[in-house]
């Protein structure tokens, strides 16, 4: 098989912009993509007979831009990573990218930074209790309208005037406890959206 | 009141392609269920034998991410044409899938066509 220089550099090309596009994925995987891609490159230019440089640049054109191949690589490697072997930083990668193609997807990820932003704050404030034990903690705040408002507070601030702390030093407990609840319900909500929502997008 | 939109005229052909991609991992599995074959062979086959085109790049990705789910393996192998194809095969739990899938689709098609019979005929 013969290829031309100006075939074979826009294949190198093409190539190049895939590999470097795959990023994320594992270079073991990258090489076999870029293999595979490369050898349907060949495969398909020679389906006439003789490679030319149309029959090549058409192969290239069929096969879409190695943006986007490259995206969906990502995509579908993720994907079947989170259903396989799910972990927080796996679904949590999984989420931005989805986030970033979907509205339902940036909904998820909006949730899922509210419960890990929720859980962080009580646990950081379980853990400033013993610093600031008259300030740290669950307090009840009166507010103008004869009403009252519950506030998480880490306690480097003064004590609110006339508010009353919940919890005490249950905080310690309670509020840890709470904060790890929050972190399995926040990552199983995550794992499950995935792997119930997300489709890939295909051209069909 | 809720303003009413325009009604599209692509409506159908629209659905159709979201039809088509939600159907696209049955097919690729089933092109596999005879035997071996490499990536280019399967978008010749599901052209060939389904009526579905499918954009070259995303077999592939697929095919990538059915062998993560173990549902099909793969292996390299050295060619007449010069270079190495990456031919593909089905697992026996990617077998099962395509059996539990193929079944889904029949009856789904099956209890569908009962609903769709009376469409198109005349009103008595």
Redesign the interface.
């Known amino acids: 098989?013969t290829i031309s220089a100006d075939s074979q550099l826009a294949i190198d090309v093409y190539l190049k912009v895939l590999r470097k596009r795959l990023r994320g994925l594992s270079e073991q995987?990258s090489n076999?993509?870029v293999?595979?891609?490369?050898?349907?490159i060949?495969?398909?230019a020679?389906l006439e007979g003789e490679v030319t440089p149309d029959s090549v640049a058409s192969a290239l054109t069929?096969?879409?831009s190695p943006e986007?191949?490259a995206s969906?690589?990502v995509?579908?490697?993720l994907?079947?990573?989170a259903?396989?072997t799910p972990s927080p930083w796996l679904v949590l990668q999984s989420l931005f990218r989805w986030a970033g193609i979907s509205i339902v997807g940036f909904s998820v990820l909006a949730f899922s930074a509210l419960g890990y932003f929720l859980a962080g704050s009580f646990a950081l404030c379980a853990m400033l209790k013993p610093i600031h034990p008259q300030t740290a903690g669950l307090w009840l705040l009166p507010s103008p309208e004869n009403d009252y408002s519950v506030s998480l507070r880490l306690g480097f601030a003064s004590p609110p005037a006339h508010g009353r702390e919940l919890l005490g030093w249950w905080i310690v407990p309670i509020g840890l406890a709470f904060a790890m609840g929050l972190v399995l319900l926040t990552f199983h909500f995550g794992l499950w959206s995935v792997r119930k929502f997300w489709?890939?997008?295909?051209?069909? | 009141m809720t303003k009413k939109l325009p009604v599209d005229p692509d409506g159908a052909e629209k659905w159709e392609?979201q039809l088509?991609?939600?159907s696209?991992e049955l097919a690729v599995l089933a092109s596999l269920w005879d035997g071996r074959l490499?990536?280019?062979e399967i978008l010749r086959r599901l052209e060939n034998d389904s009526d579905?085109?499918?954009?070259?790049?995303?077999v592939?990705?697929?095919l990538?991410?059915l062998k993560?789910?173990?549902l099909v393996e793969s292996e390299?192998v050295e060619s007449d044409?010069?270079?190495?194809?990456?031919y593909y095969w089905l697992t026996s739990p990617g077998r099962q899938r395509a059996l539990e899938m193929a079944r889904i689709w029949r009856r789904f098609s099956a209890s569908l066509s009962d609903l769709l019979a009376p469409l198109g005929k005349e009103k008595r």
């Open positions: 098989m995987v076999e993509v293999k595979e891609i490369h050898s349907h060949l495969e398909k020679a069929d096969l879409g986007e191949l969906q690589y995509t579908d490697d994907l079947a990573r259903q396989v489709r890939p997008a295909r051209g069909a | 392609v088509r991609k939600g696209l490499y990536g280019l579905l085109v499918v954009a070259e790049g995303t592939y990705p697929l990538t991410r993560v789910l173990g390299w044409s010069g270079h190495p194809r990456k």
